[in-house]
């Protein structure tokens, strides 16, 4: 396995030289995980990403680093000391570094004699293959697809310089994932609601959701989607709902700071009943936090979001390939339960490019949009049923009347004040719960059977945690196991029940500062954790860092 | 349409319901001219779309017999423009206060304007709040007093209709419930118009507002009349600005703008939004596009 950092100023080019290189080496046979670590700047400051390949499968990331292109000087300083003993350090001959790892090239003489100063990037794409054993077949192509066509043909020039200024350093290794999909958390989220049916999307731009709605944007007029921007969270998520209401299938998307201005309108949905799905790709809080980076602190809030009681799902998105599956699943439960689905994502796993194999709409079934309803007699939108759901008809498709209200109402959906009308739709809605819980997954368990210590995570804690359990167990076989919840409210109880049994010990582990899980799971089973490892820097907790705080002593706590 | 027609129309339309208004609100006549005006234009109850936020005024859907959209205070508009879009085929009518939407949701209006999804805004402008018993709106008058502003109203009213036209509405009007064929006449004209249109409907408050009462509008208000052209915007903003001594009634200002459905690629042709269904083969190609 490799590990590439590619550093720089914002408006350098890194997300394009990526780009072209994450593609090349996918089609060659890796597996490829691309992280990227931005800055919340338009211009200037450090950003990065790391791009992490090999023949086996790749799913999270390292900060051990084999390789760095430094397209400036802060690079080098910043992140030299991750980088092994044999590694390399790609730069402009220009930049002074004092290092014995330094290749330096003249990629701005280079750039100049092509004509143009910006394809330093695609110099260097073109020496990172050739310093990986990578042939230069396919870059043309690799190119095209983020590179507008009038510069299509000094980029490919520029690579080839690129690849004959160095010498091979890396053996090639042959991977069978050529045929795999390389696509970030965002855009897989977006081809799973496309999947599901989605016909309308408002949201107002945030990161680290905005991708989302870039992703929805490109396809909508091919797919026949409506993607709306909002003047504000609060008209975009009451725009889902109406849209909702009418027979659209309806997703609204956004950030924490976002999801705080829709909390009322959550409500709405869930005591008029009318099937929602919000995505939350959370990022650092309170407030403006840190815009660009990733936590997981909004797993509380959104289980208790708005005033009120009534029932609710909140799944989370553990990996690029779930992002699909999860969102597709959203809009079946939302559907059946005539309930608000909140979808739980962050920046690591929207903003990072995973590996997976083909996706595959047809294992989810989403149900359809609406009920067949009797045409003969009065129509009661809130027919009390033993199910809690009551048969949803769209208004203007048949004869008739549909009347929903955000105030308690009747089961024609006339508002009341009865007090045994009170009780008895709050019973009637408060029912569903049960035919949800018989709906959700179990975490997915990680390790083998004989585990002695079980960490637990949620959400994007499933690479840190796969790979974790790996290493640790590389010395002591078996030893270790992780349960990683992607449904997670409410709750699934089952396994964790089993697993916890057998467990001498058990260690939250989470991106955020309180254990958000860990007091879910105290709050709904009592169990408590022995030991916590939480990170809230906004820089997604690796394996390797998991398993050194382990070895440093963190579950002897 | 024979007379008797159009009594079994209007039935339709009629909903048997015990309001919750004061003897004497304005918003009886609102429901009177809504119901006539939703029967005039032959519309069938289940084409009909409601939509209101919270408030005295807000509760107009619950006694009409067609669809009803009641959200939350200040937000009808953006919920109603996405039923409109996911369904063009809906005549869709919000119909609520002037808290709701001038002062909670005032954002959600210049936006729904900006926006021009077809639809008919009906706002019972009494320039106070009724619901919450009585406090100012944004429309209240300089110097009201009332529990909250014990010393007299200090904030400026706005002028949603000056607001509406310089924002860019094709559709702007106001009506008085003293003038019940007018404000008939003025809905119908609304809900036909194609793109968003505001009616604003001066209506007493016959509990909490003192001060505008049918005296008090019966005394300023004047109809523009046919010599008068709603298409000039400059001439309907000075008309617009007038609100003291004389207030004007009529449609303000009147053009041609083009829809939502019509600047919209995916609503431009093809069935209406929630009808239709995605590809799978459409979706295989997107997946493929990653390889």
């Not at chain 1, 260097?124 to 095209?144: M, Q, R, V, W, Y």
């Not at chain 1, 595959?360 to 003969?376: F, L, T, W």
């Not at chain 1, 058990?506 to 916590?532: F, H, K, P, S, Y």
Request: charged share 20%.
């Amino acid at each position: 396995m490799y590990n590439v950092l590619v550093g720089g100023a914002a408006g350098q080019g890194i997300e394009t030289t990526v780009a072209v290189l994450e593609r090349m080496l996918k089609r060659s046979g890796y597996s490829v995980f691309t992280q990227k670590d931005f800055m919340s700047r338009v211009r200037g400051g450090h950003n990065f990403s790391l791009v992490r390949f090999g023949n086996e499968g790749v799913f999270g990331h390292s900060y051990h680093l084999d390789g760095i292109v430094a397209l400036d000087s802060t690079t080098i300083r910043e992140h030299s000391s991750q980088l092994s003993a044999d590694g390399f350090i790609l730069c402009d001959s220009s930049i002074e570094a004092d290092d014995p790892r330094v290749i330096a090239i003249d990629m701005n003489s280079m750039a100049k004699e092509l004509g143009n100063p910006r394809v330093s990037g695609s110099i260097a794409t073109g020496a990172i293959l050739k310093l990986f054993g990578e042939p230069l077949e396919g870059i043309d192509n690799a190119l095209s697809a983020s590179i507008k066509p009038k510069y299509l043909e000094i980029n490919q020039k520029a690579a080839r310089r690129g690849f004959e200024a160095v010498r091979e350093r890396f053996p090639h290794l042959t991977g069978t994932h050529a045929g795999d999909l390389l696509i970030s958390g965002s855009q897989a989220m977006a081809l799973g609601a496309i999947a599901a049916g989605l016909r309308f999307y408002s949201a107002y731009p945030m990161s680290p959701a905005t991708p989302l709605m870039e992703a929805l944007a490109v396809k909508a007029d091919e797919v026949g989607l409506v993607v709306e921007q909002a003047e504000d969270e609060i008209a975009a998520i009451n725009m889902a709902i109406g849209a909702s209401f009418a027979g659209a299938r309806a997703m609204t998307g956004t950030s924490g700071g976002g999801f705080s201005l829709m909390v009322e309108a959550l409500g709405l949905s869930g005591i008029a009943e009318v099937p929602l799905v919000v995505v939350d790709v959370q990022r650092p809080g309170p407030a403006t936090g840190l815009p660009t980076r990733t936590e997981q602190s909004d797993l509380l809030f959104a289980i208790s979001a708005s005033q009120g009681e009534f029932p609710r799902i909140v799944l989370s998105v553990r990996n690029g390939e779930d992002a699909f599956y999860q969102i597709m699943r959203a809009f079946d439960l939302a559907e059946r339960f005539q309930v608000p689905v909140i979808v739980l994502s962050d920046q690591y796993i929207g903003d990072s490019s995973w590996t997976i194999t083909r996706l595959d709409p047809a294992r989810i079934s989403v149900a359809p949009v609406g009920d067949e309803v009797d045409q003969k007699g009065p129509y009661l939108r809130y027919r009390d049923t033993d199910s809690g759901v009551s048969p949803r008809a769209i208004p203007g498709d048949g004869r008739h009347i549909v009347a929903i209200d955000s105030d308690e109402h009747d089961e024609a959906g006339h508002i009341t004040e009865s007090a045994r009308m009170r009780v008895q739709m709050v019973n009637k809605r408060m029912r569903k719960i049960d035919g949800i819980k018989a709906q959700l997954k179990e975490p997915a368990f990680i390790g083998t059977d004989n585990f002695d210590v079980l960490f637990i995570g949620w959400g994007s804690m499933w690479a840190p945690l796969t790979e974790a359990v790996g290493l640790l167990n590389e010395g002591k076989e078996g030893c270790y196991a992780a349960l990683v919840f992607g449904d997670v409210y409410p709750l699934p109880q089952r396994l964790l029940l089993d697993k916890s049994k057998q467990a001498s010990r058990i260690i939250d582990v989470e991106q955020n500062a309180t254990g958000q899980l860990a007091e879910l799971i105290r709050r709904e089973t009592g169990i408590v954790c022995d030991a916590r490892i939480l990170k809230y820097d906004g820089r997604q907790i690796s394996g390797e860092e998991i398993a050194e705080r382990i070895w440093e002593g963190a579950d002897n706590r | 349409m024979s007379a008797q027609a159009d009594s079994v129309r209007e039935e339709e339309f009629h909903c048997a319901s015990e309001t919750a208004w004061c003897p004497g609100c304005g918003n009886f006549s609102i429901l009177a001219c809504l119901k006539e005006a939703l029967e005039g234009l032959g519309l069938e109850p289940s084409q009909v779309l409601l939509a209101a936020g919270i408030g005295q005024a807000a509760k107009i859907p619950q006694y009409l017999n067609a669809n009803a959209f009641c959200g939350l205070h200040g937000r009808a508009l953006p919920a109603a423009e996405a039923a409109k879009i996911a369904n063009e085929h809906l005549t869709v009518v919000v119909s609520t206060g002037d808290g709701d939407s001038y002062g909670e949701g005032a954002g959600h209006f210049i936006h729904a304007i900006r926006r021009n999804v077809n639809l008919a805004h009906f706002v019972h402008d009494n320039q106070i709040y009724g619901l919450t018993k009585g406090q100012a709106s944004p429309t209240s008058m300089l110097g009201i007093k009332t529990d909250v502003q014990v010393d007299g109203n200090i904030a400026d009213p706005l002028n949603p209709l000056a607001i509406a036209i310089a924002a860019g509405a094709g559709f702007v009007a106001r009506g008085f419930v003293g003038h019940h064929d007018q404000l008939v006449k003025l809905m119908k004209e609304a809900i036909s118009y194609e793109g968003y249109a505001l009616v604003d409907i001066l209506q007493p408050c016959v509990s909490f507002n003192k001060l505008n009462t049918y005296a008090w509008y019966n005394e300023r208000v004047y109809d523009l009349g046919s010599s008068y052209d709603p298409s000039d915007r400059m001439a309907a903003l000075a008309v617009a600005s007038e609100f003291g001594e004389r207030i004007p009634l009529g449609i303000l200002y009147k053009a041609k703008r083009v829809p939502f459905h019509e600047r919209n690629e995916t609503l431009k042709s093809g069935p209406p939004l929630f009808k239709r269904t995605t590809d799978p083969a459409l979706v295989d190609r997107f997946i493929e596009e990653y390889v």
